[in-house]
């Protein structure tokens, strides 16, 4: 079987759905013998540097595409440049290649994606990663564009990663939830002698407005600082994005330089690593739709404090593997932090061995095998 692939970034941008890109485009011709082309844009990074090579692996059976100018990722008109050459491109290596599918993943790959499908009767498979634009603003611009392209174009098949698809009037009728997966053998593979008598937190993800860090900063500013002191708190922020230096800001407004260390952006064996270090994974998020921090976190054997948005309430329960927490609110925010600290540290240890057994449940290969399987049913 012969796939295109299609996603809007790939590095310096590397998040949940990049990740899910690698693993499924790998997976698909490793345990399944396809030929999978993924087409991505050229990028360039805020220092600079330029990604713009093209990459072939597994004896010329997986190919990425770098197409268009190479700009930063939320330039405008970089985006939009992108999207014609990709079209185009597409079209092209379509014909030429007689792909069976063309899997596009969120958000604006679904229009070269359905173009191409129309003109050249090929399948086209649509993944959402979630509807944030819609769940946090309802209206606007932005999500407008979000639901057009969610809700308003009619795809083969679409995936979806949460169950929020099935909150707005949708053209698409079929439509399946396949979650993220984590590869449990990685995260096997590293161990870290954690010891118990104090309490890291540790946060994944970008630095936008849908994290809700700004959340995070106000709660920890609320709390007595002697009770923060005693139990050795802090929170080690992983990842980078647009609003970093607003919260750096903000942060040194309230003086709680020491309660937030920043990591940078850490990837594969250095994440991991990242994760066992610390005691509790939070996530302040204020829309997700599944995220993969979240199994990342279960992988570690972590206990997870997170908001209630997207599908977090399928896989946290609370008191049960831990808490979950009304979004966009720092006194709750702030209330169950101070719970968490008055913990006793051999619950903690208990409930991270709860979530392995979770995150066991979510494999990689699983969501690879799902995955083909609905090509299979498409193609018949």
């Known amino acids: ?153 009619k795809y083969n098949l679409e995936i979806s990663v949460s169950h929020k ?29 954690k010891k118990y008598s104090w309490i890291p937190f540790i946060y994944v993800g970008r630095f936008g407005w849908q994290k809700g860090i700004e959340y995070l900063i106000e709660a920890v500013h609320l709390i007595d600082k002697e009770l923060l002191d005693k139990n050795g708190f802090v929170i080690h922020m992983v990842g980078d994005g647009e609003l970093k230096d607003k919260y750096i800001t903000l942060i040194k407004k309230y003086h709680l330089e020491k309660y937030f260390i920043f990591k940078g952006k850490l990837f594969w064996e250095n994440l991991i690593k990242e994760y066992k270090k610390n005691q509790i994974f939070i996530l302040p998020s204020l829309a997700e739709g ?34 979950i927490i009304s979004a966009g609110n720092e006194k709750v925010l702030a209330n169950q932090i101070e719970k968490v600290l008055k913990k006793n540290s051999i619950s903690l240890k208990e409930i991270g061995e709860k979530n392995y057994i979770l995150a066991q449940e979510h494999s990689r290969d699983s969501v690879v095998k799902k995955t083909y399987n609905e090509y299979v049913l498409l193609t018949k």
């Open 1 to 153: 079987m012969k796939i295109a692939m299609i996603i809007d970034g790939r590095e310096p941008i590397f998040g949940g759905g990049q990740v899910h890109v690698k693993y499924l485009s790998e997976g698909l011709v490793t345990h399944y013998n396809c030929r999978v082309d993924v087409f991505v844009r050229k990028l360039k990074d805020d220092t600079g540097k330029k990604y713009t090579q093209d990459e072939t692996k597994f004896d010329g059976k997986w190919r990425l595409f770098r197409i268009g100018p190479p700009t930063k990722f939320f330039n405008v008109v970089g985006r939009m440049l992108a999207l014609i050459a990709t079209t185009r491109y597409l079209l092209y290596k379509t014909v030429k290649e007689r792909y069976d599918i063309i899997h596009a993943h969120a958000y604006v790959s679904g229009l070269p994606a359905k173009i191409v499908g129309l003109l050249t009767h090929t399948p086209v498979i649509y993944t959402v990663n979630g509807t944030m634009w819609l769940d946090a603003h309802k209206t606007g611009v932005l999500a407008k564009i979000e639901k057009r392209l969610v809700c308003g174009i």
């Open 290 to 323: 599944q995220p993969l921090t979240l199994l990342e976190a279960f992988a570690s054997k972590l206990p997870v404090l997170v908001t209630d948005v997207g599908d977090n309430k399928y896989f946290v329960k609370k008191e049960e593997n831990w808490w």
């Open 165 to 193: 698809i099935f909150d707005y009037v949708n053209k698409n009728k079929n439509i399946k939830i396949i979650y993220n997966g984590v590869d449990i053998v990685q995260y096997d593979n590293i161990y870290i002698n």
